[in-house]
Every structure is written in structure tokens, then in C-alpha cells.
């Protein structure tokens, strides 16, 4: 069976972005953007609010910056691929920082995107990860309906064989019965 094609803008909606970031107006304008997107958009001000908010409702993508006071983006991003490691993560730098963007990329970050954000990158990054997520979602979604097709067809072949050993048995009890009665 071909699996059907995905419709990202379509599926954007049942997908739930964290935003963090320590600058208000910066999650306020991401906010609106993402939202316009059709994501469904939470935030939060800085690394530990985003933990909490993480572990109590696990969004699907956190969106996070790298440079904040207490947990940055880098330990934030560390503690998610330890906990969660199914949540796509994608960092925001105001420093062009080649060194955070590789160290992001080893701890699995889904991208990277420096400051100021272009929208369009930003949209590529979220397209990128929302097919990810979904596709992930699909597969796990084939793999529980095969399963349920084994397990039905297995049961099916036990009941099977059991009727065959059953005809088997009765067939030889039969053949015994005319032996029996032919000898007497």
C-alpha cells in the first residue's frame, strides 16, 4: 500500500510549537508568526520554565534560543534529547556562532537559524521537522495496523489448526471405529 502523500500545511495545525526566548517582544512576534503558520503556540521565558512546560505538556517542536540567563538553549536542547528525544528542536542565535551551530547539530537540533529571523528560512526549518514528525507519526501509524493484522492473522491460523487436528483426530478415531467393527 502507498502510503498517502502529506499535506504539511494542513497538518501544521495538530502540531504544537514551545517558543523560548528571554526577549517578550521576540516571542510575542515569533509567536504570531508561528501561529499564522497554523502551529499551535505555547512560550516560554527562558530554559526553566521550558522544562517545566516540556515535561508537564511535550509540544512537538521547541523552537529555542541559545543565549539565556540559567539554562541556555544548549542545555535546554541536552536535557529534551535525553528526556524526549522524539521532540524536534530547532535553535535561534543572535551570534553567528559556527562552534554553538555545530555543537547544536551534535546534540541532534533539528536546525539552526541565526538572528534576525528570515521568515522564509525559519518556514523551511518548520516544514523540515513537521515532515519528520509526520512521516514518524505514519510509520508508527503503519506499524500498529500491521501488527494488528499479525496478531489477527495469527489467531486465525491457530484456529486452523486446531480444526484440522480436530479433523485429524476424528478421522482417525473414525478409521479405528471401522477396523474395530470389521474385525468383530
Known amino acids: 500500500m502507498l502510503a498517502a502523500p502529506l499535506c504539511i500545511e494542513q497538518n501544521r495545525s495538530q502540531l504544537s510549537i514551545l517558543l523560548v526566548d528571554d526577549e517578550p517582544d521576540i516571542r510575542d512576534l515569533l509567536g504570531i508568526l508561528l501561529a499564522d503558520l497554523g502551529y499551535e503556540v505555547r512560550s516560554a521565558e527562558n530554559g526553566e520554565a521550558a522544562c517545566k512546560s516540556f ?79 509526520l512521516l514518524r507519526r505514519q510509520v508508527r501509524e503503519y506499524t500498529e495496523n500491521l501488527e494488528q493484522m499479525v496478531e489477527e492473522q495469527s489467531a486465525r491460523m491457530v484456529e486452523l489448526e486446531r480444526k484440522v487436528a480436530v479433523q485429524q483426530v476424528v478421522e482417525g478415531l473414525s478409521s479405528a471405529m471401522g477396523i474395530i467393527s470389521g474385525d468383530i
Open 55 to 133: 515535561r508537564s505538556n511535550p509540544p512537538d517542536i521547541i523552537l529555542t534560543d541559545i543565549k539565556m540567563p540559567g539554562i541556555d538553549g544548549i542545555e535546554l536542547l541536552r536535557t529534551v534529547k535525553l528526556e524526549a528525544p522524539e521532540i524536534e528542536v530547532i535553535m535561534i542565535s543572535g551570534h553567528g556562532d559556527m562552534q554553538l551551530a555545530i555543537e547544536s547539530l551534535k546534540l541532534n537540533a533539528a536546525d539552526f537559524i541565526t538572528k534576525p529571523i528570515d521568515d522564509d528560512i525559519l518556514s523551511i526549518a518548520l516544514d523540515k521537522v513537521t515532515e519528520k514528525i
